[in-house]
């Protein structure tokens, strides 16, 4: 079993920034790569911004140049930093594993979400 625990959501105003964590802990060997995803009210989940275990990233078209996607594989966590956020990034943001287990079992873990507004 693997768990993800994300933090750092919130409400900030239009051009603000924030910066989103998420710890994975339990059955890890090793982790493929780990992601955040993001669903708006009456929208499909869509991807954010994604980094591999060789630090390879990969970021919607909708945030390159703003957001900024990091691990710390000794911490097994990822971040996500968001600046110059605009009202259309609101949305619950989730965090993504895909993690090799203690049994060599390969899974997909997802995190509960984390809400992030930006208005004024």
């Known amino acids: 079993q693997v768990q993800l625990v994300e933090s750092g959501g919130g409400l900030v105003q239009p051009g603000g920034s924030l910066r989103l964590s998420c710890a994975a802990s339990?059955?890890?060997?090793?982790?493929?790569?780990m992601g955040w995803y993001r669903q708006a009210p009456g929208k499909q989940r869509e991807l954010v911004a994604t980094i591999t275990n060789t630090a390879s990233t990969n970021y919607a078209d909708s945030v390159k140049g703003r957001f900024t996607i990091s691990r710390d594989s000794a911490k097994n966590t990822v971040y996500l930093q968001m600046n110059s956020l605009k009202p259309e990034d609101t949305a619950v943001y989730y965090c993504?594993?895909?993690?090799?287990?203690?049994?060599?079992?390969?899974?997909?873990?997802w995190g509960q979400g984390t809400q992030v507004t930006v208005s004024s």
């Open positions: 339990g059955s890890i060997r090793s982790i493929n790569s």
């Open positions: 993504n594993a895909d993690v090799i287990g203690w049994t060599w079992r390969r899974s997909i873990t």
